[in-house]
């Protein structure tokens, strides 16, 4: 009735580890290019906020010359 977990042979341990640690790989470089994609949207981001920054003082300073 009580079964215990049999411990897999030495060859299909080998091929476990050996799936897990490819595993392991794709995740890395998954995880690398997700990175590096929200780096690219981060700096984008930066961009577009200063380039608005840049226009709203840009209208402040014209506003002024005009007074």
């Known amino acids: 009735m009580n079964q215990q977990p049999r411990i ?7 091929q476990n580890v050996a799936r897990i640690r490819e595993a ?3 995740l890395d470089a998954w995880t ?3 990175d590096e994609v929200l780096a690219m ?5 930066h961009r577009q ?8 003082y840009r209208r402040v300073q014209e506003k002024i010359g005009e007074s």
């Open 32 to 34: 690398l290019k997700l």
């Open 49 to 56: 906020r200063q380039e608005r920054l840049d226009g709203k």
């Open 8 to 14: 897999p042979d030495l060859e299909t341990r080998q």
């Open 41 to 45: 949207l981060e700096a984008d981001n």
């Open 24 to 26: 392991c790989r794709l």
